[in-house]
């Protein structure tokens, strides 16, 4: 370890990727390029495209900035790199001859959804044993399905609102009786894929009219959905970073998503990155000290419920009669500079280049393989 840290880390940064999340990452990756201390740290930038081919591509932030006015896209068709899955092979490889870029001693994922936030790629990086900023493959899992989330978050005793699951299976056979089991819950539901991002083929359904549509649209994303019963409360968010060592996660002041009243019924993928006046996000959100405390050990908890490593940012309903809902853990944040994990890390003390320097710290420690 401290030999890497003697010399200049080698860090592949991954973005773009399969997953509907691609553009995002894209310009979560400008700003990772933008803020990444050069002096410390040898950058590897690797496109992978929609079709999930891998390629060395330009490392100039200001290619995969929104500011270029087109939405960041890797391309396809170009792909050549690969990285051998082989135990210890640590290694870039090209089809391009002398066009390998090499050993890497550090992947920093920059990816959100399916994979890339879901465990597969990191599946593929422990098979490798490279090092890798983040959380693990069950963790990553674990966080990406909506479904398999609360099941841990409830065992572990958080609040979770009411909700039915939606198999393929299940649909296949009798579309008719897995919309009945919906029939318990309260209006409005929020029909979700299970796994699947950025209110992507999320839809609020206010009576049983637009139920079936609605799981169709999200089995767009993922045969998996899920739906719940609205919850009424505030939306509270929370970020924690794994502790140094054996230290106690640490978490952020809390921000809050409030969505102004008027076209969107819910923080849906319009108003988080299209219609920049419909949400605000604010923080430290405006709770009483007691509520500040209780969100933040609540959000270290679910961390640690989860397994999570590096970073998480943890979701929560707060009811007007003081509860907190859990609604999901994001094991890879949305991650631009003004995204919100880097923002409430700001407001707590942590600049976004000090935040990515602890990161990288944080899984250059850490080993692969069972810990
Ligand atoms: N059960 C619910 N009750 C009320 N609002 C919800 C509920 N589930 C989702 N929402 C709204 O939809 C948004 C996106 O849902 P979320 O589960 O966070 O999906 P994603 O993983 O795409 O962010 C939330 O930020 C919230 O505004
Ligand atoms: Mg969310």
Request: hydrophobic share 40%; glycine share 10%.
């Amino acid at each position: 370890m401290t030999d890497i840290l003697a010399r200049k880390p080698r860090i592949a940064l991954l973005f773009g990727g399969r997953s509907s999340e691609h553009s995002v990452s894209c310009v979560t990756a400008a700003g990772v390029l933008h803020a990444i201390d050069r002096a410390k740290y040898e950058v590897v930038p690797v496109g992978i495209s929609r079709e999930g081919e891998w390629s060395l591509v330009d490392a100039d932030h200001e290619h995969w900035s929104l500011a270029s006015g087109t939405v960041p896209e890797v391309p396809s068709g170009t792909g050549t790199l690969r990285l051998e899955a082989t135990r210890g092979s640590r290694e870039l490889v090209s089809s391009d001859a002398g066009r390998s870029p090499g050993p890497i001693d550090l992947v920093f994922p920059l990816l959100h959804g399916p994979f890339g936030e879901d465990g597969t790629l990191q599946g593929l990086l422990e098979l490798a044993d490279v090092p890798y900023v983040g959380s693990g493959v069950s963790a990553s899992a674990i966080g990406m399905d909506k479904h398999y989330m609360k099941v841990v978050f409830e065992a572990a005793g958080f609040e979770v609102g009411p909700y039915v699951v939606i198999t393929d299976k299940q649909w296949n056979r009798d579309p008719e009786a897995a919309l009945a089991t919906a029939a318990p819950l309260a209006y409005p539901l929020f029909v979700k894929p299970a796994r699947a991002g950025s209110s992507v083929g999320i839809s609020r359904v206010d009576d049983p009219s637009g139920l079936r549509a609605a799981v169709e649209a999200a089995r767009e994303h993922d045969p998996k959905v899920v739906i719940e019963a609205g919850i009424a409360g505030r939306e509270i968010e929370c970020g924690v970073l794994e502790g140094r060592g054996s230290d106690a996660p640490r978490t952020s002041l809390p921000g809050e998503i409030a969505v102004a009243p008027g076209a969107h019924s819910f923080y849906d993928f319009e108003a988080k990155y299209v219609d920049g006046a419909a949400a605000a996000l604010s923080c430290p959100a405006e709770l009483p000290d007691a509520a500040v405390e209780e969100v933040r050990r609540l959000a270290a908890r679910a961390f640690d419920a989860v397994g999570a490593e590096g970073l998480s940012r943890v979701d929560f309903f707060y009811t007007p009669d003081g509860r907190w809902v859990i609604n999901e853990i994001n094991t890879m944040p949305g991650f631009t500079p003004v995204s919100m994990y880097p923002q409430m890390w700001a407001k707590s003390g942590l600049a976004y280049p000090d935040l990515i320097d602890e990161l990288i710290w944080l899984a250059l420690h850490r080993r692969t393989g069972l810990r």
